[in-house]
């Protein structure tokens, strides 16, 4: 089923909505306040739902209106770009990406690719969203960006996803724990130190404890924490060991902290490109996730930090 919308709706639902004010928007936009309402009202009914809340003194998104907004500032932004794509009459490649990411491949693996990329089309602009796993799955699904980097393990049959690299859990400690002695570390051996973990709200520890689980295997936590950076941050603190994904971990040799692969079983996470099955990418996008694929997918993983 198509919407019948046109761009116009969609810049005067923004205008109203960054102004709070019929008012102010139909002056913004150079129309009457009855024409305003009338797009309004037209992009209502195609949507088939409410967008705004109206008062006399106020005016604010719905629910539905909410969730409508950052899709329709996407796909403004992209037109506008495309526009200015045709004036240049291509000579510089213009355009804007969006995309969401887990917050450990934009850290230690995005800037790499985006320094590359901008070479060689240095007016594509990036909109990078770091988000976790879940959150960014969302915000695929909903149309706010046009793909994402994340974990593999969503089950929606409308997103499509395309594995990029293995990422394994290994073990992060001080180089003064009596574990640093050891080559590889077996799981029995995390029993009797402190063990700092990520929440349950994570798609790592999701991840961690269902391989866990298939192999009888649990782990005790003694702190839980929300952010993969402050599990390292109690470690280097000596506070305690902690299990993360080797990209969560420093990728050069770290003047405290050192990690070592724990095994029987090996768990990994693969980390992949999402995006929608329906949408189709803008061309800046498609270059962008050449290069991704191009950077990632080599016949050797990195080497493991010391």
């Not at 919407?3 to 005067?12: G, K, P, S, T, V």
């Not at 998104?61 to 907004?69: K, L, N, R, V, Y």
């Not at 070479?119 to 988000?131: F, G, T, V």
């Not at 995390?190 to 973990?197: A, C, I, N």
Request: with cysteine.
């Amino acid at each position: 089923m198509s919407i019948n919308c046109e761009i116009l709706d969609l810049r005067a639902f923004q205008a109203v909505v960054e102004l709070e004010s019929f008012h102010r928007a139909a002056e913004a936009l150079h129309i009457s306040q009855p024409a305003l309402t009338r797009r309004i009202q037209k992009l209502e009914q195609s949507i088939g739902a409410p967008l705004l809340d109206r008062t006399t003194r106020h005016v604010a998104p719905t629910a539905t209106g909410q969730e409508m907004i950052p899709l329709v500032r996407r796909m403004l932004e992209e037109f506008d770009g495309s526009l200015f794509a045709i004036k240049d009459s291509g000579s510089q490649r213009r355009g804007l990406i969006t995309m969401a990411c887990v917050p450990t491949a934009a850290f230690y693996f995005l800037p790499t690719v985006i320094r590359t990329f901008g070479r060689d089309y240095p007016h594509i602009r990036l909109r990078i969203r770091d988000l976790t796993a879940n959150e960014g799955l969302q915000a695929v699904a909903r149309g706010e960006v046009e793909f994402g980097i994340n974990l593999m393990g969503n089950s929606d049959p409308d997103l499509a996803f395309e594995p990029l690299i293995d990422d394994p859990f290994v073990l992060a400690m001080r180089k003064d724990h009596p574990l640093a002695a050891f080559n590889e570390i077996q799981w029995d051996q995390l029993e009797g130190h402190p063990l700092v973990m990520v929440d349950r709200s994570s798609g790592n520890r999701t991840l961690l404890d269902a391989a866990l689980a298939r192999a009888n295997l649990k782990l005790s936590w003694f702190y839980e924490v929300t952010h993969l950076n402050t599990s390292l941050g109690l470690v280097e603190a000596g506070l305690g060991i902690s299990v993360l994904p080797r990209l969560a971990t420093p990728q050069e040799d770290h003047p405290f902290l050192v990690t070592r692969p724990i095994v029987n079983p090996v768990v990994t996470r693969t980390i992949g490109i999402v995006r929608r099955r329906s949408a189709t990418l803008s061309p800046a996008a498609d270059r962008f996730i050449d290069m991704l694929l191009t950077t990632w997918k080599q016949p050797e993983q990195p080497p493991m930090p010391n």
